[in-house]
């Protein structure tokens, strides 16, 4: 010990406080190191998974955090972003004018369909990380995994379904289907994924066979056209007839309601008058001569009325003359 106090003795004041300084310079190092290797920041879409020596340790939210230096390491994984997946096609270029290609992309998009026939079909997976520790623990390469799930899952869905629905009338129920489908298997192979969205992007025969399957759309849009135009020409005739004919009944009704009344109001009359001519017979044909009379003779015009013998004829055809005048 003494040696010891002797030999520090013996270092000058000035290696003494060379030293110093550079304990002071290493400690500076280390503590700089220390906190650059020990403090990150997460984003604020993501969260942060801390490992230690490859093990999870835990899970770290948004801003700045601290970890081991050397013994931890953080995995960003960006958990409100929505991330897609491109089938059939790609995006070589975003912008305002965003430039597809269909590069290498051929033998995923075509489909069997479930009448034997080929489809080419394009779409779109829109998904989130849900559950980061299953994303980065629980399958190697989940996003391949997606993929190879989800064009499973589409030869599935449409291997159910003819040409025509696949081309036509089922896109919608096709997109909903395999947005379910793909979401159960993620869940079942525990890829830490949620399914947004699957959008069909565009759905066509293949190219060797896409001129005769649009001339037999055409055809059958034609055979609908005309379809609708025949329609069209029966619901204009057929109840403008309905209606004819409704009118011509409610007319021949009308009618025989009128010939009854008629009919009825004569045997009233009839009756009255045949009462009343046995009452008074005389004076009932007297009555109805006059009547008949006073009908009949303002219908005949110029009238010349004689005696048996016919004389005075003139005088009268005189006074007729000038009441003409």
């Given at each position: 010990?003494?040696q010891?106090?002797?030999?520090?003795?013996?270092?000058p004041?000035?290696?003494?406080?060379?030293?110093r300084?550079w304990k002071t310079?290493?400690?500076?190092?280390?503590?700089?190191?220390?906190?650059?290797?020990?403090i990150?920041?997460?984003?604020?879409?993501?969260?942060g998974?801390?490992t230690?020596?490859?093990g999870?340790?835990?899970?770290?939210e948004?801003g700045l955090?601290?970890?081991?230096?050397?013994?931890?390491?953080?995995?960003?994984?960006?958990?409100?972003?929505?991330?897609?997946q491109e089938?059939g096609?790609?995006?070589?270029s975003?912008?305002?004018?965003?430039?597809?290609?269909?590069?290498?992309t051929?033998?995923?998009?075509?489909?069997?369909?479930?009448?034997?026939?080929?489809?080419d079909?394009?779409?779109v997976?829109?998904?989130?990380?849900?559950?980061?520790?299953?994303?980065?623990?629980?399958?190697?390469?989940?996003?391949?995994?997606?993929?190879?799930?989800?064009?499973a899952?589409?030869?599935?869905?449409v291997g159910?379904?003819?040409?025509?629905?696949v081309?036509?009338?089922g896109?919608?129920e096709?997109?909903?289907?395999?947005k379910?489908?793909?979401?159960?298997?993620?869940?079942?192979?525990?890829?830490?994924?949620?399914i947004?969205?699957?959008?069909?992007?565009?759905?066509?025969?293949?190219?060797?066979?896409k001129?005769?399957?649009?001339?037999?759309?055409e055809?059958?849009?034609?055979?609908?056209?005309?379809i609708?135009q025949?329609?069209?020409?029966?619901?204009?005739?057929i109840p403008k007839?309905?209606?004819?004919?409704?009118?011509?009944?409610?007319?021949?009704e009308?009618?025989?309601?009128?010939?009854v009344?008629?009919?009825?109001?004569?045997?009233?009359r009839?009756n009255?008058?045949y009462?009343e001519?046995?009452?008074a017979?005389?004076?009932?044909?007297?009555?109805?001569?006059l009547e008949?009379?006073?009908?009949?003779?303002p219908?005949l015009?110029?009238?010349?009325?004689?005696?048996?013998e016919g004389n005075?004829?003139?005088?009268?055809?005189?006074?007729?003359?000038?009441?003409q005048?």
């Amino acid at each position: 010990m003494a040696q010891q106090q002797f030999n520090q003795s013996e270092i000058p004041p000035e290696v003494r406080s060379i030293l110093r300084r550079w304990k002071t310079i290493v400690v500076v190092i280390i503590l700089i190191i220390i906190g650059f290797g020990g403090i990150f920041q997460i984003g604020a879409e993501e969260v942060g998974i801390v490992t230690r020596f490859g093990g999870y340790s835990r899970t770290v939210e948004s801003g700045l955090n601290f970890k081991i230096p050397f013994m931890e390491q953080v995995k960003k994984v960006p958990v409100e972003r929505q991330q897609k997946q491109e089938f059939g096609f790609r995006t070589s270029s975003a912008g305002v004018r965003t430039e597809y290609t269909r590069r290498g992309t051929k033998d995923e998009s075509l489909m069997l369909t479930g009448d034997l026939n080929l489809a080419d079909v394009e779409w779109v997976v829109q998904y989130r990380v849900d559950n980061p520790y299953n994303f980065l623990f629980k399958v190697r390469n989940p996003e391949n995994t997606l993929r190879d799930v989800s064009e499973a899952a589409m030869r599935q869905v449409v291997g159910d379904r003819t040409v025509n629905e696949v081309l036509t009338i089922g896109r919608a129920e096709i997109a909903g289907k395999l947005k379910q489908l793909v979401q159960d298997l993620c869940r079942e192979y525990s890829l830490g994924l949620k399914i947004d969205q699957v959008v069909l992007q565009d759905v066509n025969p293949p190219d060797p066979v896409k001129a005769a399957f649009n001339a037999v759309n055409e055809a059958q849009q034609q055979k609908e056209t005309l379809i609708n135009q025949a329609k069209s020409a029966y619901n204009k005739v057929i109840p403008k007839a309905r209606g004819q004919a409704e009118e011509t009944i409610q007319k021949a009704e009308g009618y025989a309601v009128e010939r009854v009344n008629n009919a009825k109001g004569e045997v009233v009359r009839f009756n009255e008058l045949y009462r009343e001519y046995i009452r008074a017979p005389e004076v009932t044909k007297r009555r109805l001569y006059l009547e008949t009379m006073q009908d009949v003779i303002p219908r005949l015009g110029n009238k010349i009325i004689t005696d048996q013998e016919g004389n005075n004829v003139l005088p009268l055809l005189q006074m007729q003359l000038k009441n003409q005048k």
